[in-house]
Every structure is written in structure tokens, then in C-alpha cells.
């Protein structure tokens, strides 16, 4: 406080003698003012700001382009998923493996993405009004599975183990999405706060939405027959043979407060829409209780025999009924909110706590603390050959696996910018022991 009245009134005097050359000392006599030192520092802070934050193009637009990529999960090992996904043989040694980390309610994701996005100025006036428009272009695929133990161990070794037993299948759920977008995006930068919102048309390439609610597997002792009950529904559904486009919307907001406002609160919600599946779409009800005995062809010789089909004979008889026509489905939708601290004599680290949400099956809410430093920084007097590198190390509990680290690293020049980061290390360390793989690489040009 007392530093505070000391810099008024050194400022007040100064304003005095302006107006009064009379009282001003002769030349070469020096004004001593105790302005205090930090307060002719924070001019020159450059404050960590959190990579998801809304900001404006630092010229006349920015050209960015973005690929993700992340898997995870609570039971199947890095090698396994990689094995299944590719896809290659996957020996009994990797089954084995993933079977001795089964719990009760297993989790797998994959969260694919990659796209590109151009934000401008529309004229001068936006400029100097600081607001902006973007305009981007993603593709996304996303895959999710909650399951039971058993139902893993029956997809993948089958129901021999299973002999006079009973397999549990519910809860369980699989999900895969294939779609993409583009969005038109409003910026807007206040002092001290920022705020975006857009709408998107989406187009969706491939749908798979199975979920059962309750079911069991009985296999007889001699595998004379099967007991199947399940209860649940289906959605199958591409758009191979028309357009249905569905619509989107998001948005973010965020603002900077405390002193020399070092603390940023963030919040975003993207993908709030749905697609309209067109009329080739397939709704599965089903509440099923049958005993199948295997199926019986009297002349295996008949050239007749091709016609029969049992695939669809045996989808009539374990789905229920089956509706065909156009579905509307809901997108899924991703929640973060965000808490940063620049921190530091000239705000040379930042802490940001944050969660993450997206509507898959299986996930649960992502709780992830990082700390990001500057490693180097070169203020040049020709702003040209300003650079700055900050180095990131984080942890994360949640999700589609269980406790994973991440490292980054971002490096911004006068007109570039890159990131990269890898997630989940180690299961890229001990990909036969331990989950999860990801990586995330951001390119921006200024222009």
C-alpha cells in the first residue's frame, strides 16, 4: 500500500512540473521517482496461456492444421488393441496377457482426429474491434466399448471355456462413429477475457451403436446347444448410398483474473448436434430369450443350398425385431473446463488442472494436472527472431484407462507455431504390460 501512494505521488508531481516549466530543474539534474521495480517489469510479461484458450490471429490470419490420436484402456494391453486394430495375428501370449487385467467393468477408446482451420479478419474493423472468424474442416473416428470379462473372453477364445457355464454379457456396449464436419466459428477478445461460438454441418460415414442392458450365454456341457437371453437395442447405419447431413454447435469461453491476471479459467462444449441417418439405417429392439441347436441342411449336393441364408436366419432369430428406415442420432458431445496459473518472476511456468468429458461408452470424466516451463526464450530487439520453447509434463487419472503421464513440447517463433505432445508413455514403454498409446501434433502459420 505504502508503494502504491509513493508511485501516485511521484506521478502527480511529474504531472505538476509538465504544466510549470518554471519549477523544472536545470538540465542534467536528474528526478529520482521510487517507482517500484515490479511494477516496470510486468510490462514485459508474457503470460503461459493454455493451448485450448480462444485467441485471435496475431496477423492478418492464422493457418492451422491438427492430427490426433489416442487409445486407451483399464484391461487391454497397448500390444493387443494395436494387434486387433491393424490388423494382425494376435497370439495366445497377448490374449493371455489381457486376460489377467479383466476387471468387472472393462474400457476401451480411440479418439481419431485430424483436420485444418483458417481464422481472419473479414476487414480493418474487425481488427481493431478484436473479433474473428474461423473456418475448419475435422474428420473424426471414434471407437468405444464398455464390456464384461466374459464377453471378451468369448469374442476372442470363443465358448468351448465356457462349458456348462454361463456367461455373463450385460452391462455391456460398442460404439464406433466415422464422420465429418465443417464449422464456422465467432471469436471475440475482451480485456482480460475471450469467448467463441459456431455452428457446423456434419456428415456421418459409418454408425454402429449396440448396447445390451442384460444378457447371459449358457453353453451346454457336450455343445449340443445354446441359451441365449439379451436384453437391448442396436443402431447400424452408413451413408454409402446418400447424404444426410446433421448440424452441430460450440463453444468456449474464458477469462483471466487476480493480480496481473497470472490466473485463466477455461470452459468449452463441442459436437452438440446429431446426424439424420438416412433411410437405410437399421433400429434393433430386442428382449430375446432362445435356445439355438445349430442349423440342419438335408442335401449338402442340392445347387439349390446357396440360396439359403443362414447369417440373416440367425439375425431374425437372436435381434427381435428390426426396424429399417431413417434414424436420428446424437453426436458425442465433449465438456472441459479448465483452471491455469502462470506463476513465476516473469511467469516462467503455468499449472493447469483440468476435466474432460466426452458422451462415449465407458468413459468416465478425465481428471489431468500438467506443468508447463519455459526452457528458452529469446526476446530479440527484432521481434522477428523472438522464440520462446515451453516444455510440458502431465498426469491424468480417468477416461478410458486408469493412470497415464504425458509429455509435450511447444515452440513459437514470429510466425509459426508447433506443438507436440505424447500421451499415455507408458504403455508406449511396456506396450505388453501396460495401456494406452497417443500423440498430438499442431501446426499454426501466421500469415
Known sequence: MKQFFTLIACLFSLALLAQNPAVNPPKGTSIRTDIPVEAIQITKIRLLREPSAVSLPANHANLEFLGNYLSNSNAVTTAFSNAFLNPIFIDETLKETSYKRLVDANRFGLE?????????????????????????????????????????????????????????????????????????????????????????????????????????????????????????????????????????????????????????????AEDIGFINWNSGSTLINADTSVRFTGLQFNDLFNTEWGTVQPADSLRRIFTGSTITGSEMAALPWLVNASLSYSGGTNANYMVVLDARYRNLPGMKPLLGLSFYTKLFENLHTFEPLSTRLTGKIGFCLGGFGRFNSQLGANWEGKNQIIRAELSAIEGLIAPRKLSGTGFMLNYILKL
Do not use: C
Open 112 to 268: 481419431f482426429s485430424y483436420g485444418a482451420a483458417v481464422s481472419f479478419f473479414p476487414d480493418s474493423s474487425w481488427r481493431a474491434n478484436r473479433h474473428a472468424l474461423q473456418i475448419s474442416y475435422k474428420q473424426d473416428n471414434f471407437i468405444a466399448a464398455a464390456f464384461t470379462a466374459d464377453v471378451f473372453r468369448l469374442f476372442f477364445g470363443g465358448n468351448a471355456a465356457y462349458a456348462d457355464k454361463t456367461a455373463e454379457l450385460g452391462k455391456s456396449a460398442f460404439y464406433n462413429l466415422r464422420s465429418r464436419s465443417i464449422y464456422i466459428d465467432y471469436k471475440k477478445v475482451l480485456k482480460g477475457s475471450a469467448f467463441s461460438f459456431g455452428l457446423g454441418v456434419v456428415q456421418g460415414n459409418n454408425l454402429i451403436d449396440t448396447r445390451i442392458n442384460a444378457g447371459s450365454l449358457f453353453t451346454e456341457a457336450e455343445g449340443n446347444f445354446l441359451d441365449l437371453q439379451w436384453k437391448g437395442k442396436a443402431l447400424i447405419a452408413n451413408n454409402a448410398q446418400g447424404v444426410s447431413p446433421g448440424f452441430a454447435a460450440r463453444m468456449s469461453a474464458g477469462t483471466s483474473f487476480g493480480r496481473w491476471k497470472r490466473w485463466f479459467i477455461n470452459f468449452k
